[in-house]
């Protein structure tokens, strides 16, 4: 770039390459002394020329044009290989360690959250990610792959100077088409006929295909479906899934010894002297449920009582015990056989309620306590006064039985169906982890089959099959959209393809066969991959099954990721600065003088105008990288 023209003034220019010269050779120093009056450069200059308005701080990285787009989609592209080989029956598991655990997984959302994305765009990956997660449960892996994939075949179109709002606006329309394709292919099911409930376990043992317990998909899916239709029974039972159904880790023990209590179940509390000797198991007990504290508690800090007779004092200490007894003898004659409380109960009431043959828990989890609640039809109580029989529950059977290493808490034949309590067990920590994500997948995925009511093949046979009805879609538009839609069919090709991939198969051969059975045979819809032998199939057939709002959630969220991606033109990173006003420019400076640092802000500042005229680029760490300039440099 020639100095006439950067857009720093040449006076200015002139007294930077002194600088410059002379942190090189010391005999310099004396042709870069600065002026002895107190003018500063901006007066020295000739009239008609204005200093450089500066409007960002020093070290404020921006990028923008074309450049930024790429860069963007090239960052995305790094981060969807982190997840690629994960997708599917075959794919790998990432093994990702932070200093203070290790997490194994092949969960694209658990993944995505422990990369610590620090790319700006790239996070936005993320954030689908999550959202597919906590909206379906299952396709965070997928929902990634086809909004990288969307970007990748975007990006020629880029690179040939395509603006990108027309770009937004073709993707929108190709994705609101696909979705409509996808309900209409759907397969409705009545959930409460025997077919409906084999629908539910096949969707749930599709999605556990992929796990690390896949192996044991007829254990778990049976277990995972009782679990959610327990609570569809109620008209708000699905919405708070993760409240209702609880998933407890024992480590130890082989995986085929986990089991499902259709009711309460959880480990047992910290307990006082005393608590052997209660009785352990009732048969339709009365439950109490407390937000009470049942201990003696030392006086306060600093807490004062004066006396005039020294006999006073023992009256004082007779009060406090009476309020202790009272509360306690008011939790005995309300009838109850078992007491819970989320805060502490002492030795004192252990010991009391253990002479009397009740069974007593104190500082219970927070959701255990709610379980408890709804499934027994008990009231929290945070007094112990007016306690009356209404606000006690019950149950069939109460026991508390030795899991593994540990005691569980267990209330069978609750009156009200709605909780579950799956107890997982497993050899490793890290095993019941990953279990425990997979079930998780699992029991999103039923509630929404239980939802929508609909499903569609997997194995890459909807995609497929959305992909073929957007080309023939797509000879009905003019001009570049046609082109766009085309390229948007073909990144949903990218589901098949990778799990051919991840198989280990030709890719390339199986999508062949793939695409002519779709577009010659007309029952062809539903002919995905063939994961075993390498072949197509047909996959419906086979009970490879995936809820409709999955994919819909899947495809309309990647378009709405990649349109994000796309509308970004420009990117201001701020830098962090230690000194508050160590982010003065020249506008700071005393009028009296300028300075040693004001002229390093000034070279610092010509360095970067030399950097975007030419592209030049600054690391953000990563590996990643924002090219400077407009259009590509």
Same mark, same amino acid.
């Given at each position: 770039m020639a100095l006439s023209s950067c857009s720093i003034p040449w006076p200015e220019i002139a007294w930077i390459i002194k600088i410059f010269k002379s942190k090189i050779h010391p005999s310099y120093a004396a042709i870069a002394r600065l002026p002895q009056n107190s003018q500063s450069i901006a007066t020295m200059m000739?009239? @008609?020329? $204005?200093? @450089?308005?500066?409007?960002? $701080?020093? @070290?404020?990285?921006?990028?923008?044009?074309? +450049?930024?787009?790429?860069?963007?989609?090239?960052?995305?592209?790094?981060? /969807?290989?982190a997840v690629r080989t994960t997708l599917g029956p075959r794919g790998m598991d990432k093994l990702i360690a932070d200093g203070r655990k290790v997490t194994i997984s092949n969960d694209g959302a658990t993944i995505m959250r422990l990369l610590e994305v620090e790319h700006p765009a790239a996070k936005t990956l993320v954030d689908i990610s999550m959202s597919q997660d906590a909206e379906v449960g299952d396709g965070t892996t997928s929902v990634v792959l086809l909004a990288v994939e969307i970007l990748k075949q975007m990006k020629p179109f880029v690179e040939e100077g395509v603006h990108p709002q027309i770009l937004i606006r073709n993707i929108r329309a190709a994705a609101s088409i696909a979705v409509q394709q996808i309900n209409s292919l759907a397969v409705d099911f009545d959930t409460s006929s025997p077919e409906g409930r084999d629908m539910l376990?096949? &969707? +749930? #043992? &599709? +999605?556990?295909? /992929?796990?690390?317990? +896949?192996?044991?998909?007829?254990?778990f899916a049976p277990m995972i479906v009782d679990a959610v239709t327990s609570l569809a029974s109620h008209p708000d039972g699905l919405d708070d899934l993760r409240g209702m159904i609880a998933i407890k880790k024992i480590p130890g023990g082989d995986v085929r010894q986990s089991f499902l209590v259709k009711g309460v179940a959880f480990k047992k509390t910290f307990s006082y002297a005393g608590f052997e000797q209660m009785t352990k198991k009732f048969r339709h007990p009365k439950v109490l449920l407390l937000n009470v504290e049942l201990e003696l508690k030392n006086e306060k800090e600093n807490a004062e009582v004066r006396i005039d007779n020294p006999d006073?004092?023992? #009256?004082?200490?007779?009060?406090?015990?009476?309020?202790i007894y009272g509360k306690l003898d008011a939790c005995v004659q309300c009838g109850a056989n078992i007491v819970l409380s989320k805060l502490p109960i002492g030795d004192l009431a252990t010991q009391y309620f253990a002479d009397r043959g009740l069974f007593c828990a104190g500082r219970v989890e927070e959701g255990d306590m709610k379980r408890v609640a709804k499934a027994t039809g008990a009231t929290v109580q945070t007094s112990t006064n007016g306690i009356y029989e209404g606000v006690l529950g019950t149950c069939d059977e109460f026991e508390e039985k030795q899991v593994g290493d540990e005691r569980f808490n267990i209330f069978t034949g609750c009156p009200c169906s709605l909780t579950s309590t799956m107890i997982l067990r497993g050899g490793s920590?890290?095993?019941?982890?990953?279990?425990? $994500?997979s079930i998780h997948d699992a029991l999103m995925v039923v509630k929404r089959s239980l939802k929508s009511q609909s499903v569609v093949a997997g194995g890459g046979a909807v995609e497929l099959e959305v992909a073929k009805h957007l080309r023939e879609h797509a000879l009905s538009i003019e001009g570049k959209g046609q082109l766009i839609v085309n390229a948007f069919a073909k990144a949903l090709e990218i589901v098949p393809r990778q799990l051919c991939d991840n198989a280990g198969f030709d890719s390339n051969d199986i999508l062949s066969a793939l695409r002519r059975k779709h577009a010659q045979d007309e029952d062809g819809k539903w002919y995905g991959v063939d994961i075993e032998n390498g072949d197509i199939m047909d996959t419906f057939e086979a009970g490879i099954w995936e809820? &409709?709002?999955?994919? /819909?959630?899947?495809?309309a969220s990647a378009a709405e990721a990649a349109g994000v991606i796309l509308s970004i033109d420009e990117t201001v990173i701020n830098p962090r600065s230690q000194d508050p006003g160590a982010a003065t420019g020249m506008m700071g400076a005393p009028a009296g003088g300028m300075g040693q640092k004001p002229l390093s802000n000034m070279m610092g500042s010509a360095m970067d105008a030399v950097n975007a005229g030419k592209g030049g680029s600054r690391n953000l760490g990563g590996g990643v990288s924002y090219l400077k300039g407009r259009g590509g440099g």
């Open positions: 000739p009239y @008609g020329m $204005r200093p @450089g308005i500066i409007l960002l $701080r020093e @070290g404020t990285d921006t990028s923008q044009g074309k +450049a930024q787009l790429i860069s963007n989609i090239n960052a995305c592209q790094a981060i /969807s290989d376990l096949k &969707t +749930a #043992s &599709t +999605a556990l295909n /992929s796990k690390l317990i +896949a192996s044991h998909q007829d254990l006073d004092y023992q #009256s004082i200490v007779d009060a406090e015990w009476q309020v920590e890290q095993f019941i982890a990953e279990s425990e $994500r809820p &409709t709002d999955n994919k /819909s959630n899947s495809l």
